[in-house]
């Protein structure tokens, strides 16, 4: 029935069981053999050719042993065989050496395959009857060296090969061909064993798994599609996760110095506005109101006594306004009987000096009185009250009196004490020193550092969803208070320059507060510096790449 028969060789145990069952067929057929063993052309060995050529023919030596090997194998079975060695892809070389030689049978071995390999390419056996067009004998078994020999030195060969370990007998007119889709199990077969010549059904199996994978490579754009889409219109939320907890936080000191006389709060409690908080020495204070008090006592009552020296000159400046009158008249009277040489020259200049002596006096009296008027602030007759001098003493007053009350250092604000401990009795506290912190923990926000690229679309007024990495079960709900009208490096101390030219673009961080909510007052309390994930769900999505080009 078989008059040329193929046998692919590569050394392998596979392809020395196809050799010796291939030996068996051609015996009892009394058919003509040919041998081909193929080098596989891959990847490696193009690339080796590609660099130096050399990537077959270091190869070569090998496989012409093999060959070499199997040709003396079957010389020793008393076969004149013929043998080729081809380099390129297994299935193709041996259709080609088949149609060239006109074998009616090609015998190989079978070599199992992974299950996702099968997957991938399909049976092999399949994919080798595509290249070749005659029958094709798969090898499964193996036959061992005596039961082998056994069958050469008999003429019926094919009953030797149905007699291996786990063969089952085929029908008498059942060809020995076998197609390369694994056997199904039959009623007879031992467990555990494969079946020799399996069944033809199974050559089924390679369309429909060309099937599947035909529909698998058709169903992969329409994934991409659909992933496309839920990206384009996804985007409505932007999050972030650098962002903490803050609050309103102040360092408790005071304007004056002093020694820490008594602490009235323990480290973590809680205050309420206007509790004292600690209270410095007030002795030193005490003393400085006092003096002040009595600078203000004297300083009163000098501007009541300058008033009545005021009140003095006045009174002096009508009497020297009188003896300028009187002396005045004299001299007129002087002046008359002196033109009728009544009274002397002598008597007349007496009268003379005494009228300017008065004068004199008189302006003297006046310049006094407007000094006075002038300390006393122009108003001699007004209250002491208004008057500079005593202003200055009575605000001078005020202060040591200020200064007094800043000894005691009371809560600007409700909220928690920290770092209490830091502040001990009989300490010197210099005046802005910092004694402990306040920390409102009723009126928190939340700060987060967004990257430039994310506030495409967060606007103030957006709803927001912070969790925060203490509560990982809770949520809380705040809105975007404000966004920073300008980036964090603005505002740093020493500005990146780029006027040399070595300009590294870098995404730039914009500050952006959340305010949270009056509806989760009933959620943990927050602390300051706790490290949140914030959530801004501005409603828009990202759209297609042609719709941000308009």
């Known amino acids: 029935m078989y008059s040329r028969i193929l046998l692919a060789y590569d050394g392998s145990t596979e392809g020395r069981s196809a050799l010796r069952e291939g030996a068996l067929v051609a015996r009892r057929h009394h058919a003509k053999v040919f041998l081909l063993s193929v080098i596989t052309e891959g990847a490696g060995t193009k690339l080796s050719e590609g660099v130096g050529g050399a990537g077959v023919s270091q190869q070569l030596p090998q496989y012409e042993a093999v060959l070499r090997e199997g040709l003396e194998r079957l010389q020793a079975l008393g076969f004149d065989a013929s043998a080729r060695l081809v380099v390129g892809e297994p299935a193709e070389q041996i259709g080609a050496y088949a149609r060239e030689v006109g074998a009616d049978l090609v015998v190989v071995g079978h070599r199992r395959q992974s299950a996702l390999g099968r997957w991938w390419s399909g049976p092999r056996g399949a994919y080798l009857v595509d290249h070749i067009g005659c029958s094709l004998l798969v090898c499964r078994n193996l036959l061992s060296d005596e039961a082998f020999e056994r069958a050469m030195s008999r003429s019926d060969a094919a009953a030797v090969i149905a007699q291996a370990p786990g063969v089952r007998t085929p029908p008498p007119t059942a060809p020995a061909l076998v197609p390369s889709a694994p056997p199904t199990a039959q009623s007879g077969t031992q467990p555990g064993t494969r079946s020799a010549i399996p069944e033809p059904q199974g050559m089924a199996a390679s369309p429909r798994r060309r099937n599947l994978r035909l529909a698998l490579f058709l169903l992969l754009p329409l994934v991409l599609l659909v992933a496309a889409i839920l990206y384009v219109t996804g985007g409505r939320d932007v999050s972030i996760d650098d962002a903490y907890v803050n609050a309103e936080t102040v360092g408790l000191s005071t304007d004056v110095s002093g020694i820490v006389a008594r602490v009235a709060v323990h480290d973590n409690e809680a205050v309420q506005a206007g509790q004292v908080l600690f209270v410095l020495d007030d002795a030193p204070f005490r003393y400085a109101l006092q003096h002040a008090q009595a600078q203000l006592g004297n300083v009163r009552d000098d501007l009541l006594a300058l008033q009545a020296n005021y009140r003095s000159m006045q009174a002096q400046i009508r009497q020297a306004q009188i003896n300028v009158q009187y002396n005045s008249t004299l001299n007129k009277r002087q002046r008359a009987l002196l033109n009728v040489h009544y009274v002397s020259r002598t008597a ?52 040591a009196a200020r200064e007094l009350a800043h000894t005691v250092v009371r809560a600007p604000f409700q909220g928690i004490v920290t770092d209490v401990p830091a502040l001990t009795l009989g300490r010197y506290l210099p005046a802005s020193t910092t004694g402990f912190y306040l920390v409102d923990t009723a009126h928190a926000w939340v700060d987060a550092q967004p990257k430039e690229t994310q506030l495409t679309n967060v606007r103030a007024g957006q709803p927001v969803t912070v969790r925060v990495d203490t509560y990982p079960d809770l949520r809380w709900q705040g809105i975007v208070q404000s966004v920073s009208p300008a980036s964090s490096q603005q505002f740093s101390l020493l500005p990146a320059e780029n006027t040399s030219g070595n300009w590294v673009k870098v995404v730039q961080r914009i500050p952006l507060r959340v305010r949270f909510v009056r ?14 994930e914030i959530t801004v769900h501005t409603g828009h999505a990202r759209g297609w790449p042609w719709q941000h080009a308009r």
């Open 519 to 532: 509806s989760t007052a009933q959620l943990p309390p927050l602390r300051a510096g706790m490290s949140v």
């Open 348 to 399: 007349f200049d007496t009268t003379q000096r005494g009228l300017q002596s008065s004068q004199q006096g008189l302006a003297a009296l006046n310049s006094q009185l407007q000094g006075m008027a002038a300390t006393l602030n122009g108003d001699p007759e007004g209250p002491v009250r208004n008057n500079p001098r005593y202003m200055a003493a009575l605000a001078q007053v005020r202060e």
